[in-house]
């Protein structure tokens, strides 16, 4: 494999901190933040609904389509469509991790 001739100006980026836009403010991007809210608050809820209201607007969904906002991350959206499109019957699952162990039991 060879090495890349050109690298961006700025390479750092990865799933944890990472450099910011340019122009970023915390105190901008986070104005108006409910911190230290529950989920279960109305703030919370409203902000949830809101979320989901965008994604069907954005990606245009049928109306019967479904929107659903699952914690934590491919583990629960997993289990989702696992239930969803497979409904309640016998299947074969293997898995090699800990994340596969869960869905293999459950």
Known sequence: ??????????????????AKRPGFSAA???KGAPFGRSHRADVGLNKIKESM??????LKLPKDYLVAMV???????????????LGPRGVTVCHWESFGSGWMTD
Do not use: H, Q
């Open 71 to 85: 914690p934590a991350s491919d583990t629960g959206a997993v289990e989702m469509c696992m239930w969803s499109l």
């Open 1 to 18: 494999m060879a090495t890349p001739t050109v690298r961006p100006a700025c390479p750092n980026f990865s799933s944890g901190p990472c």
């Open 28 to 30: 901008e991007a986070y």
């Open 53 to 58: 209201a965008l994604t069907r607007e954005i």
